[in-house]
């Protein structure tokens, strides 16, 4: 059974400690692993797409990357304004439905 | 320009009471998904078009959950005899093509609270 697992549920850091998330993922094939941000009350919002390990996304203060049993997303002097819910996904066959990991709530103080 | 709209934003249902969910997704997307969000969770699948064809339904939990895009366009998400355990965030989300590695842009949900 496909599975994604995230860790650590939640976490908390201080304005400029820079920090990772974790995203562990067993799947029968991958066809792409997705990263979001969730704020309160609204949809999830598009981050990156990894397809083959090795692969590596940065935007702004944040760094994505994959390796064929996880992926990593690097927060960099963090700033307030990155305090959010980050969800993983991983894509498998052909229809394009997302399996989500339960997600990190991180929250960032000034 | 526009995103993925939903409607009503929150709703509230009497446990037996039949609810119907709207999703009007970004204009032209052929693929559509509808998830399912409990609290503190991550979404979960529920079922997905292409276009007017209903290709994957195999998330809905039962026979009391129905999707329909009739056209192509708007999609309806109905639940009969709601149930405590249906309480969830209803997310829907659309993508260009035929969603395999695309992005789905997604709406901001409808709070369902069954009481």
């Known amino acids: 059974e496909d599975q994604v697992t995230q860790s650590p549920e939640a976490l908390r850091l201080q304005e400029g400690e820079s920090s990772s998330l974790n995203c562990s993922y067993t799947v029968s094939g991958l066809r792409g692993l997705f990263w979001y941000r969730q704020d309160p009350g609204k949809g999830p919002e598009f981050l990156f797409t990894?397809?083959?390990a090795g692969e590596e996304k940065e935007k702004e203060r944040l760094k994505a990357t994959l390796t064929k049993k996880e992926s990593f997303l690097h927060i960099t002097a963090p700033k307030p304004e990155d305090s959010a819910t980050y969800l993983c996904?991983?894509?498998?066959?052909?229809?394009?439905?997302?399996?989500f990991g339960q997600g990190t709530t991180l929250q960032v103080k000034p | 320009g526009a995103g993925v709209s939903q409607s009503p934003r929150y709703k509230v249902a009497k446990r037996g009471q039949d609810v119907a969910l709207r999703c009007d997704p970004i204009?032209?997307?052929?693929?559509l998904f509808w998830y399912q969000q409990a609290l503190g969770q991550g979404p979960e699948f529920l079922t997905y078009?292409?276009?007017?064809?209903?290709?994957?339904k195999s998330g809905l939990p039962s026979d009391r959950f129905f999707a329909e895009r009739p056209e192509g366009s708007v999609s309806t998400l109905k639940i009969q005899r709601t149930q405590q355990e249906d309480s969830a965030v209803y997310l829907c989300?659309?993508?260009?093509?035929?969603?395999?590695?695309?992005?789905?842009?997604f709406g901001p949900g409808t709070r369902l609270t069954v009481l």
């Open positions: 989300a659309s993508s260009i093509g035929l969603a395999t590695n695309e992005e789905q842009f």
């Open positions: 204009s032209g997307h052929v693929s």
């Open positions: 990894l397809y083959s």
């Open positions: 078009f292409q276009n007017e064809a209903q290709l994957d």
């Open positions: 996904a991983v894509q498998t066959g052909n229809t394009g439905k997302l399996i």
